[in-house]
DNA sequence: ATATTGATGTTCGTTTATGGATAAAACGAA
DNA sequence: TTCGTTTTATCCATAAACGAACATCAATAT
């Protein structure tokens, strides 16, 4: 344990990752003195070690859904952040399920006394991080693969509250303007938080757009903000507010 | 405790972090000194120790957890492992929360087909280690001392299921056969847990007997099994199937 | 006056952190 | 795949930090 670990672990958390290169030049140390901080780190549990740096522990997620996290996650970072920028302090948010939406969350560190509820149990640790925070779960059944709670039980928490903005992702969009998952469950509780919300915004990086799945969430007019990294050709004029970044 | 504790501990909060060196000659006292403070208010909690200085404790809450956690692990790892044979393959199981119930979580390893509903974070990751559980939660405010999910929406996430055992523990018992709680938004729940559930199992270390709180959980007589490592010497015969570890 | 206690200083052997060197491993591009 | 580059782990040497034991001193009790 040494000075650095503290503010190693702290960017971690807010960055959602950390570089080797990045720490070396901030604490003036070598490389290898870095490497050995973000060992011990992870054999503490408190970081994951990855090729060149370190990242947020996982817990529940497998392997697939690490994958995925760093798929495409400077995107992701800006998405948050414009999210972020749509959220004022002291109003109640949901953050639902997803890299994208935990991205969000990340980026939700600076705000002050907001009341947060998610169906993400990845995102409780990122947003119990500021004790100004009053985080609320949604109750429901675990999906393992990814840390979501799904199903009936999930969209009756959802009910408790209304938000003033809820942040939703999804598996896909296609060109006539509707959102898709893939599993009835997940999309039962993205319902349930369209309902329970003054707006809504849509969180998907460009990937989305060449994705098919079968279960509709919702029509994009029912949302009040898209956020993307870039806008599939066809959908350049839809009539939503849309934020690319 | 002298002079120099709260200057350090001043230094501490303002700068973040204190050096061995650094308080030594603004105090005008030997290293050794210095490290001898340092320790002092280590082992306090005040402060946590590294390599040439201390820096603040890093989230209250975690230390503070993780301490408890290795309070009496032995006699805990027991309590769990006693509570797990409780449990049929294929039934419906309650966990609650604290670092006993945790213990009887990781004891449930070897289940096959088990529902489980928790209202205990800490426990998710360890139930959904076995890929045959079905995990859920109840949803909830969380409680970011020990990530516990607390208050009425967690109690009306109880009642969506009945169980065939609930394991919860509690914070003091008196020689009367009552238990106790700090936290009257975990009391509900808990009252919940017993309410729906054909049998109510508690677990609590010999440390609960010397504890008090303030709010009222259940009578002893409301349970169906208390699991224990050792019994305070009043309570020897009471009436409830005891089994001491 | 003497003994006791507690805080501090001193010494010294041990432990830990760090950087450099090297070889193995992981990665990315062709 | 193969090759070249980057990243990593391991070993070693050095310097710093550490803690234990003992010595010293002052304040207090006996």
Redesign the pocket.
Known sequence: ??F?HAKILEQARTDGKVT??GLASLF??????I???L?DLAEQGRLE?????AILPSGLRNIRYEDRRRLNDDAKARIGLACANEVKNGSSVFVGIGTTCEAAARALVHHEGLLVMTNNLNAVPILSANPSNRVMVTGGTLRHADGGLVGAQAAAGVRQLKFDLAIIGCSALDQTGDLFDYDLDEVIVSQSVIENSHATALVADRSKFSRTAPARIARMTDLALFVTDGLASGMAHHPLRTVTV
């Open positions: 344990m040494n650095r080797v290169e003036n140390v070598t490389l290898q003195t490497r050995r901080d060992t070690r990855v090729h060149g740096g």
